[in-house]
Nanobody, 121 residues
Framework: QVQLVESGGGLVQRGGSLTLSCVGS????????IGWFRQAPGKEREMILC????????TYSPSVRGRFTISRDNAKNTVFLQMNNLKPEDTAVYSC??????????????WGQGTQVTVSS
């Protein structure tokens, strides 16, 4: 079955950095776009970045542009989220999602359980 497992979350001070990982299994990894999502307390889940099967990426959230970067290593079935210059408003549960297709334009059908990121001021 499709599985996505995130790791790398934690507590970091304002201005710090974290790298999250998402490891997938149970499907043809390089045939699917993967997105990073986050959900802050009391807010809806938002997609922040997505990477197509061909390694080209799209930023969906203006608030992370220039600070967060998505990349993937298809040999390791892993997508990374590099987060720099973190702000308290970045505090959320971060999860990765598998798109039903090669490009980010299709529906997301599976998500991992998420990893907590907390940024202190």
């Amino acid at each position: 079955q499709v599985q996505l497992v995130e790791s790398g979350g934690g507590l970091v001070q304002r201005g710090g950095s974290l790298t999250l990982s998402c490891v997938g299994s149970g499907f043809n990894w390089d045939q699917h776009a993967i997105g990073w999502f986050r959900q802050a307390p009391g807010k809806e889940r938002e997609m922040i970045l997505c990477i197509h099967g061909n390694n080209s990426a799209t930023t969906y959230s203006p608030s992370v542009r220039g600070r967060f970067t998505i990349s993937r290593d298809n040999a390791k079935n892993t997508v990374f989220l590099q987060m720099n210059n973190l702000k308290p408003e970045d505090t959320a549960v971060y999860s990765c999602g598998r798109n039903s297709g090669f490009y980010c334009i299709y529906q997301f059908s599976h998500w991992g359980q998420g990893t907590q990121v907390t940024v202190s001021s």
